[in-house]
């Protein structure tokens, strides 16, 4: 499963970005998005996803 950045909620602040270590996200038009064929939801880096750990809005959650 991977994450996901609802954009209504999303500041586009980009502090989830560089705390991915898959660099499954990336700028979109306007908010930030996540690329699930490349999320692990940090298994293997972390207990917890990084992104919803940094994300100061809340608006990432499991797709």
């Known amino acids: ?12 602040c980009g502090d989830c970005k560089p ?5 499954a996200i990336s700028s979109g038009k306007i908010f930030y998005k996540i690329d699930a064929a490349t999320c ?3 298994d293997g880096h972390n ?3 990084l992104c919803v750990d940094v994300c100061p809005s809340g608006c ?3 797709a």
């Open 19 to 23: 705390v991915c270590p898959t660099k």
């Open 47 to 49: 207990d917890t996803p």
């Open 60 to 62: 990432i959650a499991p």
């Open 1 to 12: 499963m991977a994450m996901k950045i609802d954009p209504d909620m999303c500041t586009a």
């Open 40 to 42: 692990t939801e940090c």
